[in-house]
Nanobody
Framework: QLQLVESGGGLVQPGGSLSLSCVGSGFRMRNAISWFRQVPGKERDWVSCISGSSNTRTYADSVKGRFTISRDNAKNTVYLQMRSLKPEDTGRYYC???????????????WGQGTQVTVSP
């Protein structure tokens, strides 16, 4: 059974950077992985997706040019490098896996517990 664990969140000032990690266990992680974020009281927003081979990397318009998604399948790990952070980037960040290697924004079967990112002076 695939399990995902996020780490790397914290408090950062606007304009700062954070790098999040998502480590999978249970089997080799070649599933397409997306990052989502959620603010209490609001729906979860999709942030970015990376395909199993890393050939496809997609981003929400709100983070394009600032966030970079990558993966190291040998380590069963997906990363989200966040730069030029804004207060609106605040939220709990989750990684989630699709049952296939291709990116999409639906049918995510496995979710981590999330890691909190707070962007504030």
């Amino acid at each position: 059974q695939l399990q995902l664990v996020e780490s790397g969140g914290g408090l950062v000032q606007p304009g700062g950077s954070l790098s999040l990690s998502c480590v999978g266990s249970g089997f080799r992680m070649r599933n397409a992985i997306s990052w989502f974020r959620q603010v209490p009281g609001k729906e979860r927003d999709w942030v970015s997706c990376i395909s199993g081979s890393s050939n496809t990397r997609t981003y929400a318009d709100s983070v394009k040019g600032r966030f970079t998604i990558s993966r190291d399948n040998a380590k069963n790990t997906v990363y989200l490098q966040m730069r030029s952070l804004k207060p609106e980037d605040t939220g709990r960040y989750y990684c989630a896996a699709r049952p296939t290697t291709t990116c999409g924004r639906a049918n995510y079967d496995f979710w981590g517990q999330g890691t909190q990112v707070t962007v504030s002076p």
